[in-house]
């Protein structure tokens, strides 16, 4: 039996449009983008079709699309645009490459004022405010449109808002929010940073979309390709599959995601039956549960679930396999807390079974350490079915 994957926040698998496009781009769009002849124009017209596509997803114009190596990079170019002399304010809670961003820019004598992080993790407009009023211009917000780890949605058009009244730049990285939820909610943002393959395209690719006066500054040397702005031979392969991805994204993605919430609810009810806590009761995607289990590390947990054939994660993926807890959820909750936190992504493949195994996975590691001294769990019907909440557990 193959793994149940709910770890779709690390990653996503490719889709059949982007594997499809790709498969064609392989044969035909092999070229170099920038060669003149045939060859290089079947593969521009490949990475135009692409930029056109993530452009559209992005909300702006595809001018003002620079391809990246991911989301890592597009976060990277958006906060280096900041100059020595500057202030950026940005949170604990964001991803690594934009907390660590924000500390080289620290030391290259930047001004770096952190939000404060409320305990459920959803940032509060009035508190960005007096930390927005309070700093030097120019000046830059950066914030994240959903959390990597624990799903909660951020205000980001209100935060948005606020940026432009007190003449504040916004940068908004919306990697796990892109092909999930709506695109309205960072539009007017004047960088955005997005991961082709958190949307079902291929790795190694992204994009920072910006205002038309707001193009980063490179963080490479090199040749013209993508207007300088990120010089060197860009993989119109994967282009292809990223702009079949953008484009599935376009019809229809949050739809799709939005339909997970009632599995993922009930995956929760049952969860916490058996002894978990939502971490959080922010408002947050619906296809991402985020759960503290006392009983057992994170770390434990995993690798049991592991052995159970059930792929979930303790962090974010480029946090797991090292020792540390998240840093997000340390500065939510403590270090306990983030040593005990799961979590659970569902995606477009999710099917109901994948839950069913979830369940009984935590059930038997559960029991198999004590944790709960009794269980019985009834499946409605031999099927979990959809009633609310399916699963009884008697302790
Ligand atoms: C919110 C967020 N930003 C940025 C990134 C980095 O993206 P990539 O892995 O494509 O570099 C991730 C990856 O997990 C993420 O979740």
Same mark, same amino acid.
């Given at each position: 039996m193959s793994p149940v994957y709910l770890d779709h926040n690390a990653t996503t698998p490719l889709c059949d449009d982007a594997s499809a496009a790709m498969s064609r781009a392989a044969e035909d769009g092999w070229?170099?983008?920038?060669?003149?002849?045939a060859i290089g124009r079947a593969a521009r017209r490949y990475l135009d079709d692409a930029r056109a596509a993530v452009a559209e997803l992005a909300g702006v114009?595809?001018?003002d699309v620079v391809l990246t190596s991911g989301g890592t990079e597009a976060n990277n170019l958006g906060l280096r645009?900041?100059?020595?002399?500057a202030a950026l304010v940005t949170s604990a809670l964001e991803h690594p490459s934009v907390t660590e961003s924000a500390r080289a820019l620290e030391r290259g004598g930047a001004v770096v004022a952190w939000i404060d992080v409320p305990p459920d993790g959803r940032l509060d407009p009035a508190h960005v405010r007096d930390v927005l009023s309070r700093v030097p211009r120019p000046c830059l917000l950066a914030i994240h449109a959903?959390?990597?780890?624990?799903g909660v949605v951020q205000p980001v058009a209100e935060l948005v808002a606020l940026a432009r009244e007190l003449g504040a730049d916004v940068h908004v990285d919306a990697v796990q929010a892109? =092909?999930?939820?709506? +695109?309205?909610?960072?539009?007017?943002?004047?960088t955005v940073a997005l991961a082709s393959h958190k949307l079902r395209g291929p790795k190694g690719l992204g994009a920072l979309a910006h205002l038309p006066t707001k193009g980063p500054r490179p963080l490479l040397t090199g040749g013209p390709q993508e207007r300088g702005l990120r010089p060197g031979t860009v993989d119109a392969i994967a282009a292809a599959g990223f702009g079949a991805a953008a484009r599935r994204a376009l019809s229809g993605g949050p739809a799709r995601y939005t339909a997970l919430a009632p599995w993922r609810d009930q995956l929760e009810a049952a969860a916490v039956a058996l002894?978990?806590?939502?971490?959080t009761l922010a408002p947050r995607a619906s296809h991402v549960s985020h759960l503290t289990i006392d009983s057992m590390p994170a770390a434990t947990l995993v690798a049991a679930l592991d052995l159970e054939g059930v792929c979930v994660s303790s962090g974010s993926a480029c946090a797991a =396999?090292?020792?540390? +807890?998240s840093p997000a959820i340390t500065a939510m909750q403590g270090a306990h807390v983030a040593s005990r936190a799961l979590r659970v992504s569902l995606g477009e493949?999710?099917?109901?079974a994948d839950i069913e195994r979830f369940v009984a996975a935590l059930t038997r590691v559960l029991q198999r350490a004590g944790s709960i001294p009794r269980v019985l769990l009834e499946l409605s019907g031999g099927s979990l079915g959809r009633?609310?909440?399916p699963w009884r557990v008697t302790i």
């Open positions: 070229g170099n983008p920038s060669s003149v002849h114009s595809d001018r645009r900041l100059s020595s002399q959903v959390h990597h780890e624990t892109a =092909g999930r939820l709506d +695109p309205a909610m960072w539009r007017g943002a004047d002894g978990a806590r939502r971490t =396999g090292t020792a540390e +807890p493949p999710t099917v109901l009633r609310l909440p």
